[in-house]
């Protein structure tokens, strides 16, 4: 394998930054994650945008436009021989010293990996995910705004050790209010009737874009398609759960908390839009 470090590709062994890079020390850093299909990136464009916001919020420049980074992905891809893969690009406020100013830091570190990703079993995508609700709430939005994809990801990681602990592969995350946010690496969208309803972003959740994609989806499917404050008693009574996110994609839900979710088995509105996600993903995209 080879990666992509500051304006050159090296094998994975000889891809090492420093021990006084800001985004190892402080989690200071910006990233992405984006998938590959058959020779086409999926919403390129769209997660560099966003990382460039997230940039810009964190006040880091990045040393490469946007342009320039398209490029790199594509040539991450390109030089691994990779067709459909998950690609890793991160940006990190550069090395410092071991004190938090930034001002220390005057060249930050850009990397791009690629390679292949399996989130879930294969088995879960057919059976579908049992969730857990944990007691780690999700970050106030104001202490950290969740659509800045920082590399500080110890929120999530601590709510990943309590669904571990319980004997469940994800958990889903309340707000100080207790309303349900997302999971630990995905959102989450329910489906009750014909109404297709997934919590709004102010309440501490990522505007995702596979989450966008789907949204787009079930319009196009003639859903009636709402961000709405949802509780537990909401997840517990609806027809049908499913998770996204970009290396998840859609993975059905089929109970909560040892509640079981409508049928118990994944329902025919997520299987119609995992179908017509796995369609988009054939036609939108960058060729490389």
Request: charged share 25%.
């Given at each position: 394998m080879?990666?992509y ?9 000889h891809?090492l930054?420093s021990?006084?890079?800001?985004g190892l ?8 994650g984006?998938?590959?299909?058959n020779?086409l990136i999926f919403?390129l ?5 966003r ?12 040393p490469?436009?946007a342009?320039?980074l398209?490029e790199?992905?594509k040539a991450?891809?390109?030089?691994n021989?990779?067709r ?6 991160v ?7 071991l004190?938090?100013d930034p001002?220390?830091c005057?060249?930050?570190t850009?990397?791009?990996?690629a ?21 780690t709430q999700?970050?106030v939005?104001e ?9 500080n990801?110890?929120?999530?990681i ?7 602990n ?6 889903i ?7 349900v946010?997302?999971c ?5 969208f329910?489906?009750?009737?014909k109404?297709?309803l997934?919590?709004?972003p102010?309440?501490?959740v ?12 079930g319009t196009?499917a003639?859903?009636?398609v709402?961000?709405e404050?949802?509780t537990r008693y909401?997840?517990?009574?609806a027809?049908e759960?499913?998770?996204t996110g970009?290396?998840?994609e859609?993975v059905?839900?089929?109970k909560?908390?040892?509640r079981?979710i409508g049928?118990g088995k ?5 299987r119609r839009?995992?179908k ?9 995209g960058?060729r490389?």
């Amino acid at each position: 394998m080879k990666v992509y470090l500051n304006g050159k590709f090296v094998e994975r062994q000889h891809a090492l930054v420093s021990v006084f890079d800001h985004g190892l020390l402080y989690g200071d850093g910006v990233f992405e994650g984006i998938r590959s299909y058959n020779g086409l990136i999926f919403k390129l464009r769209e997660h560099i945008d966003r990382l460039f916001a997230s940039a810009h919020t964190i006040m880091l420049a990045i040393p490469l436009s946007a342009a320039q980074l398209v490029e790199v992905v594509k040539a991450s891809l390109r030089v691994n021989k990779l067709r459909d893969a998950y690609i890793r690009l991160v940006v990190t406020r550069g090395e410092g010293d071991l004190g938090l100013d930034p001002r220390k830091c005057t060249s930050p570190t850009v990397f791009v990996i690629a390679d292949r990703i399996e989130l879930y079993p294969k088995k879960l995508y057919e059976q579908g995910l049992e969730l857990i609700t944990v007691a780690t709430q999700r970050n106030v939005p104001e202490a950290l705004n969740p659509q800045i994809k920082s590399l500080n990801y110890l929120n999530n990681i601590l709510a990943k050790i309590e669904a571990i602990n319980a004997g469940y592969e994800e958990a889903i995350m309340l707000s100080p209010s207790g309303y349900v946010t997302e999971c630990t690496g995905e959102n989450i969208f329910i489906v009750t009737g014909k109404q297709l309803l997934t919590p709004p972003p102010y309440i501490g959740v990522l505007r995702g874009i596979t989450r966008q994609t789907v949204m787009a989806l079930g319009t196009r499917a003639r859903l009636t398609v709402r961000e709405e404050l949802l509780t537990r008693y909401d997840l517990f009574n609806a027809d049908e759960c499913f998770l996204t996110g970009t290396a998840a994609e859609i993975v059905p839900v089929v109970k909560i908390d040892g509640r079981t979710i409508g049928s118990g088995k994944p329902g025919p509105v997520t299987r119609r839009l995992q179908k017509a996600f796995r369609e988009v993903t054939k036609t939108d995209g960058v060729r490389y």
